[in-house]
T-cell receptor
Framework: QKEVEQDPGPLSVPEGAIVSLNCTYSNSAFQYFMWYRQYSRKGPELLMYTYSSGNKEDGRFTAQVDKSSKYISLFIRDSQPSDSATYLCAMSEQISGGYNKLIFGAGTRLAVHP | ETGVTQSPTHLIKTRGQQVTLRCSSQSGHNTVSWYQQALGQGPQFIFQYYREEENGRGNFPPRFSGLQFPNYSSELNVNALELDDSALYLC????????????????FGPGTRLTVL
């Protein structure tokens, strides 16, 4: 079983739709949760960073973390064609010594069509 | 503020050869992490460098090695290349606070696409 599971999609939605992207994880020590957006042949771009459980909103993006269920979500409101990309969830745990590695999901490919 | 840069953009090598990839960290950052991203997969952690020393390593063999320089730039070296080493290699920089725990956010470069024939 992978530490982080993410549905690879592809997910195709019409412009203006609300998009829901999800990841589940097995390591209860994870405390830091991130969403990255990756356009084709580019490096991942940080979208959202959250610590522990709860919600965080930034413009059209909302990140949710439910540590009791080991489940995180990213919601995109009023989706635009420019949101078409692969969305990667990532998480990490507190490790003594200043060492911090990210564990990524496989990524979900999203296509927003006009 | 300059972002993370990587060179070269693309590279083609043959099995058994050696390769060196380079990364310049974002201005003000002191930690560099390297990841391997196979096609259709999420990035996999290779190792992390802080204060010019490796301070964490993923499940990669010793033929993957690295360096960090005093200006915080970094190199990833891969010896005895195998076909499965074909991937996008990503460098991420961050600012470690130097405390007991690291909660720093990692920012990625555009990657180097390595093809091994």
């Amino acid at each position: 079983q992978k530490e982080v599971e993410q549905d690879p999609g592809p997910l195709s939605v019409p412009e203006g739709a609300i998009v829901s992207l999800n990841c589940t994880y097995s390591n209860s020590a994870f405390q830091y949760f991130m969403w990255y957006r990756q356009y084709s042949r580019k490096g991942p771009e940080l979208l959202m960073y959250t610590y522990s459980s709860g919600n965080k909103e930034d413009g059209r993006f909302t990140a949710q973390v439910d540590k009791s269920s080991k489940y995180i979500s990213l919601f995109i409101r009023d989706s635009q064609p420019s949101d078409s990309a692969t969305y990667l969830c990532a998480m990490s745990e507190q490790i003594s010594g200043g060492y911090n590695k990210l564990i990524f999901g496989a990524g979900t490919r999203l296509a927003v069509h006009p | 503020e300059t972002g993370v840069t990587q060179s070269p953009t693309h590279l083609i090598k043959t099995r058994g050869q050696q390769v060196t990839l380079r990364c310049s960290s974002q201005s003000g950052h002191n930690t560099v992490s390297w990841y391997q991203q196979a096609l259709g997969q999420g990035p996999q952690f290779i190792f992390q460098y802080y204060r010019e020393e490796e301070n964490g390593r993923g499940n990669f063999p010793p033929r993957f090695s690295g360096l960090q320089f005093p200006n915080y730039s970094s190199e990833l070296n891969v010896n005895a290349l195998e076909l499965d080493d074909s991937a996008l290699y990503l460098c991420a920089s961050s600012l470690a606070s130097g405390g007991t725990y690291s909660t720093d956010t990692q920012y990625f470069g555009p990657g180097t696409r390595l093809t091994v024939l």
